[in-house]
């Protein structure tokens, strides 16, 4: 349960073998000596309620699927990756059931040696791709924007990916590194919330 996880993330963070988790995120670069937390990871354990939250049942227009962040500084991405639902498995034009949309919340990140836990986010802005497996063997060509549509989200963003970006950014946010090894990261929100992360051996975004 979330005592035993807390408890759990406590004991870890006070193991953590890296001194200056945070450190690929200072202005210079850092040493990048030793364990760094740049690279990809795949979310297996989080009680923030936004992302619990995010699966709104069996009847949902999607199927959450794994939950990512993209580190490479100065930027971090956070990643969510929709699937079709289930109840959606028989229909057609709605792709096959590896198609998969991925949404992205792109993120400016930096550190300071003062506070080598702490990552500071600004946001940047939204990216939304498609990854779709053509069953049919069809090619791959760009279609029309009505053919996009009738083949489902996932057809529709790899043919139309959606790459926002303002000219200013805005604060989103903190989160503190309590814990990083070569394959596992524990995090904390400035809310208080807790996410653990494994490093992708297989990137999937």
Known sequence: ??????????????LSPSVEPAS???E?????EGVTVAGQWTLIYTDA???TTLDAGPFSAAKLGRIGQDCNPPYIKNVIEWRKPDWAASLPFSGSESSKVLQKVCC???????????????????EIQGAYDDEGGESNDRRG????????????????PINLRGPLTAPFGKFDILYLDSDMRITKTYQGYFA?????GNPWF
């Open 1 to 14: 349960d979330r005592d035993e996880a807390r408890r759990i993330i406590d004991q870890l963070s006070k």
């Open 49 to 51: 309620p936004d992302i």
């Open 196 to 200: 653990v992360n494994v490093r992708e």
């Open 108 to 126: 400016e990140a930096s550190a300071s040696p003062d506070k080598p836990q702490s990552v500071d986010l600004k946001l940047l802005g939204l």
């Open 145 to 160: 924007l009505g053919e996009s549509l009738l083949n489902g989200p996932a057809f529709f963003f790899n043919e139309n």
């Open 28 to 32: 210079n670069g850092g040493t990048n």
């Open 24 to 26: 690929s995120y200072y």
